[in-house]
């Protein structure tokens, strides 16, 4: 599961077992609680492990949206951070072989990697 913000590029990854909504819930809200007062909306893609968004927003008191069907234009920020994470987990990788020390490895070196758009500053910064 990738979590980023679109504003100051902050980027979280964690470990699902599989797609199960309810997983995905309990974990999103996990790893986004430290941040709810900063979190007013969520835009997700419109797979079936988002059935229960209605228990992410509530858990974490902000909007929950959906982006149309074929638009990953309307998550552009978590399509381009998807595409930072090909950067060290290559398509075809076996994900059962990365350990969570390696996922907070690389979302360590994303957010403190300087960004353009931020004034060369890292999204941590």
């Not at 994470?85 to 300087?114: C, V």
């Amino acid at each position: 599961m990738t979590t980023n913000d679109r504003c100051t590029h902050l980027v979280l990854i964690r470990r699902l077992a599989g797609k199960e909504a309810t997983q995905l819930a309990s974990t999103v809200i996990e790893a986004l609680l430290p941040y709810k007062d900063k979190i007013h909306t969520i835009t997700a893609d419109n797979g079936k492990e988002f059935a229960r968004h209605k228990e992410i927003a509530k858990g974490l008191d902000a909007e929950f949206y959906f982006a149309r069907p074929y638009h990953s234009w309307e998550r552009g920020a978590n399509e381009n951070t998807n595409g930072l994470i090909r950067q060290y987990i290559p398509k075809g990788t076996d994900f059962s072989k990365l350990t969570d020390e390696m996922l907070a490895e690389i979302e360590w070196k994303l957010n403190h990697r300087p960004r353009k758009s931020l004034g060369y500053r890292t999204p941590l910064e």
